[in-house]
């Protein structure tokens, strides 16, 4: 939420309500993710085949479950 909200400051029309330089990076920072640590970190890429099978599973599900539609004839 905070992040929205500085991104909505600085498009702010008046110049002297908008953030400084500054403000803007520092909220930027609290809400990044740094990517040394997700490069270093021995359970990503075990979190991110969890989520990949879960997907599979759930794209595999929707195409058995969804309704045959009936073939139409091109004339």
């Not at 929205?4 to 920072?29: F, Q, S």
């Not at 085949?49 to 794209?59: F, G, P």
Request: glycine share 2%; proline share 4%; hydrophobic share 30%.
């Amino acid at each position: 939420m905070c992040l929205k909200i500085g991104t909505e400051d600085m498009l702010d029309h008046k110049w002297h309500n908008r953030p400084e330089c500054a403000e803007v990076l520092a909220k930027y920072n609290e809400w990044s993710i740094d990517t040394e640590i997700l490069l270093n970190d021995s359970e990503f890429d075990d979190i991110l085949d969890s989520i990949d099978r879960i997907e599979t599973q759930i794209r595999e599900r929707d195409v058995r479950d969804s309704p045959k539609r009936p073939k139409t004839e091109k004339t």
